[in-house]
Structures are given as C-alpha cells and as structure tokens.
C-alpha cells in the first residue's frame, strides 16, 4: 500500500503559474505508475496527466498539452505536475493517485491509491 499527500495549490491569477507535489510513502515509489487528476465543482473526475514507473514515458491530456509537465523524482518518492499559461478552467481539485499494474491508464476507476486533492484556483 502506499499513502499519497498533494501540496502546492492555491490562488494564482489567469497566466500564472503553480507547481504542484504529490508526496509518496509506504511501499516502493517507482513500482507505481502516477497520475494527476481534477475535479470541478457539478463535474465528473478527469484526467489531466499521467507518467510511466521509471519517468521515461507521460501523456497529457488535451486541454493541457503544451502547458502542463509532469515529472517525477524516485529518490525523493515524489511527483510533480509544474502548470503553466493558467486559464479560470483550470480551477478544480487536483488529485494524485498511483496505479499498481505496469501500464499507464487515463481512467481515474483504473487507480488504487488516491491523495486527498489540493484545491487549484485560477483567476480572471
């Protein structure tokens, strides 16, 4: 099993920019395949990110290719989501969460573990 803590959101007007982690402990940080999700308000979970055990592979979802990179670091059991060019849409909940099999998946049932989110908030 293995814990999950975000950090890093906040207030940021439309442009900025936040860095978010996404903290791991528990058992083996580089067996998990991590991804970044997001929930508005009145809106189902989405996917924002995803990155591969080893860092070497990630995938964006549309809305924030070009302006969001993932990344992660094994030796300190964390991953980061740095956001870019912030839009008010990109207000939600952020959440992490780590998948056990070895094949990365936008599908947020697809995950076992999840953080309890950190609130992102853009404004205009």
């Known amino acids: 099993q293995v814990q999950l803590v975000e950090s890093g959101g906040g207030l940021v007007q439309a442009g900025g920019s936040l860095r978010l982690s996404c903290a791991a402990s528990?058992?083996?940080?580089?067996?998990?395949?991590i991804g970044w999700f997001r929930q508005a308000p009145g809106k189902e979970r989405e996917f924002v990110a995803v990155?591969?055990?080893?860092?070497?592979?990630?995938y964006y979802a549309t809305s924030v290719k070009g302006r969001f990179t993932i990344s992660r670091d094994n030796a300190k059991n964390t991953v980061y989501l740095q956001m870019n060019s912030l839009k008010p849409e990109d207000t939600a909940v952020y959440y992490c969460?780590?998948?056990?099999?070895?094949?990365?998946?936008?599908?947020?049932?697809?995950?076992?573990?999840w953080g309890p989110g950190t609130q992102v908030t853009v404004s205009s």
């Open positions: 969460a780590a998948r056990v099999l070895v094949v990365v998946s936008i599908t947020p049932s697809e995950y076992n573990y």
């Open positions: 528990g058992r083996t940080f580089s067996n998990y395949v």
């Open positions: 990155i591969n055990r080893s860092g070497g592979n990630t």
